[in-house]
C-alpha cells in the first residue's frame, strides 16, 4: 500500500511539474515573441485577472449560477433518459415507435435549437436547464439501453425457468448488469449539461459564465476570458470527480476496477 501512496504521489508531482513547464513556456514564448495582450496574453496577467475576479466575486457570482443550471439540467435530462430507455430496451414497441423520434430529434444541433428555447422560455433559468438537459439526455439513454440489453440471455433464461418475474428480471439481473455502462454515459452527461448551459447563456441569459466570457469579449478581456476557461475547466473536472467517486462507492463488484485494484499491488501481497 505504501508503495502505491509513492507512486500516486510521485504521479502528482510529475504532472505538477508538467503544467509548471507549460506554463513557463507560454510566459516566456508571449514575452519574447512579444504578442499582444488581446491576442494571446502570458499566464501572468490571467492569473492577475482571476485573482482580482474572485477578490471581487464576480466569478463566484456567475459560476454559482451556471452549477445552478449545470446540475438542475442534468438531473432532469438523465431522470428522462433513464426512464425512457429502460422503456425502448425492455419494450420492442416502445422502440419501433419511440425511437426513431428520438433519434430525429437528436439529430438536431442543439446550438440551432437554443434560440428557438430561449424564445419559448425566457431568459431566465428555465431555459438554460431544458437546452442542458437536452444535451445531456442522449447519451444517458444510449448507454442505458445497450447497458440493459448486454445481459446474459442464458442467465435471463435461468430466471424465467424458475419463475422469476420481469420486474424480477430487471431488478435482480439487468439493472446491475447495466450499472457500468449507465455511470459511463453520466459521465459524459454531466460534462454535455455544463456545456448545454454555457451554450444557452451565449445565446441569451442575465447571469452565468458564458454571460461573462460575452462580456469580456465585447470588452477585449482576452485574459479575463481565459480565466473564466480556466473555472470551466476546473469544475467540469470537480463534476466528473463526483460522478467517478459515486461510481466507485456504488459499482463495488465492477470488473475493471477489481482488476485495476489487483494490479497495483505489490508481488506477494
Given amino acids: 500500500?505504501?508503495?502505491?501512496?509513492?507512486?500516486?504521489?510521485?504521479?502528482?508531482?510529475?504532472?505538477?511539474?508538467?503544467?509548471?513547464?507549460?506554463?513557463?513556456?507560454?510566459?516566456?514564448?508571449?514575452?519574447h515573441f512579444e504578442i499582444a495582450?488581446?491576442?494571446?496574453?502570458?499566464?501572468?496577467?490571467?492569473?492577475?485577472?482571476?485573482?482580482?475576479?474572485?477578490?471581487s466575486g464576480i466569478y463566484i457570482k456567475h459560476a454559482g449560477v451556471t452549477l445552478a443550471e449545470t446540475f438542475m439540467g442534468f438531473t432532469l435530462g438523465t431522470m428522462l433518459a433513464f426512464i425512457l430507455g429502460t422503456a425502448v430496451a425492455l419494450s420492442r414497441r416502445v422502440e419501433y415507435f419511440l425511437?426513431?423520434?428520438?433519434?430525429m430529434f437528436q439529430a438536431m444541433p442543439k446550438v440551432a435549437l437554443a434560440p428557438l428555447i430561449v424564445v419559448w422560455f425566457g431568459l431566465g433559468l428555465t431555459s438554460k436547464v431544458i437546452n442542458a438537459a437536452l444535451v445531456a439526455f442522449f447519451p444517458l439513454?444510449?448507454?442505458?439501453?445497450?447497458?440493459l440489453r448486454s445481459a446474459d440471455e442464458d442467465r435471463v433464461n435461468?430466471?424465467?425457468?424458475?419463475?422469476?418475474?420481469r420486474w424480477q428480471i430487471f431488478w435482480m439481473l439487468q439493472l446491475p448488469n447495466a450499472m457500468p455502462y449507465i455511470f459511463a454515459g453520466l459521465e459524459i452527461a454531466m460534462i454535455f449539461a455544463l456545456i448545454g448551459a454555457i451554450v444557452a447563456?451565449?445565446?441569451?441569459?442575465?447571469?452565468?459564465?458564458?454571460?461573462?466570457?460575452?462580456?469580456?469579449?465585447?470588452?477585449?478581456?482576452?485574459?479575463?476570458?481565459?480565466?473564466?476557461?480556466?473555472?470551466?475547466s476546473v469544475i467540469g473536472l470537480i463534476l466528473n470527480g463526483l460522478i467517478t467517486r459515486l461510481r466507485r462507492r456504488v459499482l463495488f463488484w465492477d470488473a475493471p476496477r477489481a482488476t485495476n485494484t489487483s494490479l497495483r499491488k505489490e508481488p506477494g501481497t
Fill in 37 to 55: 495582450p488581446y491576442i494571446l496574453p502570458p499566464p501572468s496577467s490571467i492569473f492577475a485577472g482571476l485573482w482580482r475576479g474572485l477578490q
Fill in 99 to 103: 425511437y426513431p423520434f428520438i433519434v
Fill in 1 to 31: 500500500m505504501s508503495h502505491a501512496i509513492t507512486r500516486g504521489t510521485t504521479g502528482l508531482t510529475l504532472r505538477l511539474v508538467l503544467v509548471a513547464v507549460v506554463l513557463g513556456a507560454w510566459e516566456a514564448g508571449v514575452r
Fill in 201 to 232: 447563456e451565449f445565446v441569451g441569459a442575465e447571469q452565468g459564465l458564458g454571460v461573462l466570457i460575452q462580456s469580456m469579449n465585447f470588452n477585449l478581456d482576452v485574459a479575463g476570458q481565459f480565466g473564466v476557461l480556466l473555472i470551466l
Fill in 158 to 165: 435461468l430466471l424465467r425457468s424458475l419463475a422469476a418475474s
Fill in 141 to 147: 439513454m444510449v448507454n442505458t439501453i445497450v447497458g
